[in-house]
């Protein structure tokens, strides 16, 4: 049977490739040297958290360039794919020696420049940069491989965490998957990261979990290595700070990472990310316009019922996290 493709598909791959085209183009021009006394950054999240602005915020710093989400492995992108070796275990937690050692040299190129991963391309936006001597990493896969990360390059990491309610909410609304399978396929994160008690909860939620519970699960098994981590090994920012007391937010950012466009990450703040506009509703984007920092912390308590809300709380007390409580829009700092 010979296959058939529509106009439509036919058109979207031809706008994709001419959009490649152009970005090799572009990214071919610039030019990277390392700055050896400012830090590179290293940002971690989860999906819908945010990551997206504080990333963008970043970039329009000197001297930044960037690369997004480049140890996912999920993506189809032909650099991704072509470089970033293969792991057995999704979630990084449990990779072998050899996988470990690539995954580093992976990460070196990336540091060099040696290889480009979605990197700023649009060049009339404030992110990019010709010239670059620092870079910012961004990626919402390396909660279990930052340790080693941090070892193998002097990186300045920055976690990255929002309220696990609106986050799951998000990713529902957008239909990406949960990566409970991925969670449940690591031999390692079971046997090193579960306790008897938070074992008996996962694998109840993934039999008979709501779509909530399930992703509310997996930002529990993704921020784990964060909050039995020691504070001292990184910097932790909160969606919900930045959203309400930016100014304070940037300068602890801007101190720890050594930024100096503190004025310009402060105004960017009400501006909606590269990732809000796709992928949040027109309400979220108009809260985020109009500064309205109340609303755009709460509203998604209008989507939960009390059910849910104790549904949370459990999950998040078996695996005895108090950062977030399920009823208050805010972390309990």
């Given at each position: 049977m010979i296959a058939t493709i529509?106009?439509?598909?036919?058109?979207?791959?031809l706008w994709r490739l001419n959009v490649d085209l152009v970005k090799n183009v572009i990214w071919a021009a610039t030019s990277h040297k390392q700055d050896e006394y400012r830090p590179?950054?290293?940002?971690?999240?989860?999906?819908?958290s945010g990551s997206t602005l504080l990333y963008q915020l970043i970039l329009q710093n000197r001297g930044f360039g960037g690369a997004n989400q480049p140890f996912s492995q999920y993506s189809a992108e032909k650099v991704r794919r072509r470089y970033l070796p293969a792991v057995n275990d999704w979630t990084y937690a449990g990779l072998s020696r050899k996988e470990l050692i690539d995954l580093?040299?992976?990460?070196?190129?990336?540091?060099?420049?040696?290889?480009?991963?979605?990197?700023?391309?649009?060049?009339?936006?404030?992110?990019?940069?010709?010239?670059?001597?620092?870079?910012?990493?961004?990626?919402?896969?390396?909660?279990?491989?930052?340790?080693?990360?941090?070892?193998?390059?002097p990186f300045k990491t920055v976690f990255y965490l929002r309220h696990p309610i609106p986050q799951a909410i998000?990713?529902?609304?957008?239909?990406?998957g949960d990566k409970l399978d991925i969670f449940g396929q690591s031999e390692k994160f079971q046997h090193e990261w579960l306790t008897f008690k938070t074992?008996?909860?996962?694998?109840?939620?993934?039999?008979?979990?709501?779509?909530?519970?399930?992703?509310?699960?997996?930002?529990?098994?993704?921020?784990?290595?964060?909050?039995h981590a020691s504070t001292s090994k990184f910097l932790t920012i909160y969606y919900e700070q930045l959203v309400s007391n930016p100014k304070s937010t940037?300068?602890?950012?801007?101190?720890?990472?050594?930024?100096?466009?503190?004025?310009?990450?402060?105004?960017?703040v009400k501006k909606a990310s590269l990732s809000s506009r796709g992928h949040s509703s027109n309400d979220t984007i108009e809260d985020i316009a109009s500064d309205n920092s109340e609303r755009l912390l709460s509203r998604w308590k209008d989507a939960v019922t009390q059910s849910d809300i104790s549904a949370v709380q459990f999950i998040l007390d078996s695996f005895e996290l108090e950062t977030y409580k399920a009823n208050c829009s805010l972390p309990t700092l």
């Open positions: 529509s106009v439509v598909e036919l058109s979207y791959e590179d950054v290293l940002l971690v999240g989860s999906r819908r580093l040299s992976y990460a070196g190129r990336l540091i060099r420049r040696e290889i480009v991963v979605d990197a700023p391309w649009r060049f009339w936006t404030p992110e990019f940069r010709l010239f670059t001597n620092r870079m910012v990493i961004k990626t919402t896969d390396a909660h279990y491989i930052y340790g080693r990360l941090q070892d193998h390059i998000s990713c529902i609304k957008n239909n990406w074992r008996r909860v996962f694998q109840k939620i993934c039999v008979s979990g709501t779509p909530l519970e399930r992703y509310v699960l997996c930002w529990c098994c993704e921020n784990l290595p964060i909050f940037i300068k602890s950012l801007s101190s720890y990472t050594a930024l100096e466009n503190v004025e310009g990450m402060e105004s960017s």
